[in-house]
């Protein structure tokens, strides 16, 4: 059974940073794409980053900025988000979502349309930038 479960959200000041981790399990890692993808208030879901192991590359958001790094470490099983300099704007719920299996080669396509890439969903965390 696949399972993600994503944590370090919280209430923080505009211009800290937070790292979001995403726990995950149930499935073979040679053949995934995992993303990061938030949903602000009143909006729909919208992706931030991916990574597919099919070509090795992270990729992220067009327009979204340098603030955003996701990295995964696969001895932990983990992929994180380390989000720098937050704003107002990225307050969200965010979710980590994997597809798998995934052989395609990149996953920008991902990001644009989260909800019909994405089989897999974590429970989300919530992030709350104060000004």
């Known amino acids: 059974e696949v399972q993600l479960q994503a944590s370090g959200g919280g209430l923080v000041q505009a211009g800290e940073s937070l790292r979001l981790a995403c726990a995950v399990s149930?499935?073979?890692?040679?053949?995934?794409?995992i993303g990061w993808v938030r949903q602000a208030p009143g909006k729909e879901r919208e992706g931030v980053s991916c990574?597919?192991?099919?070509?090795?590359?992270?990729y992220y958001r067009q327009g979204i900025g340098g603030r955003f790094t996701m990295s995964t470490d696969n001895a932990k099983n983990t992929v994180y988000l380390q989000i720098n300099n937050l704003k107002r704007e990225d307050t969200a719920v965010y979710y980590c979502?994997?597809?798998?299996?995934?052989?395609?080669?990149?996953?920008?396509?991902?990001?644009?349309?989260?909800?019909?890439?994405?089989?897999?969903w974590g429970q989300g965390t919530q992030v709350t930038v104060s000004s």
């Open positions: 979502a994997a597809v798998v299996p995934f052989t395609g080669w990149g996953c920008q396509a991902h990001l644009y349309k989260p909800t019909q890439a994405y089989k897999y």
């Open positions: 149930g499935f073979n890692l040679d053949d995934y794409g």
């Open positions: 990574f597919s192991s099919g070509d090795g590359n992270t």
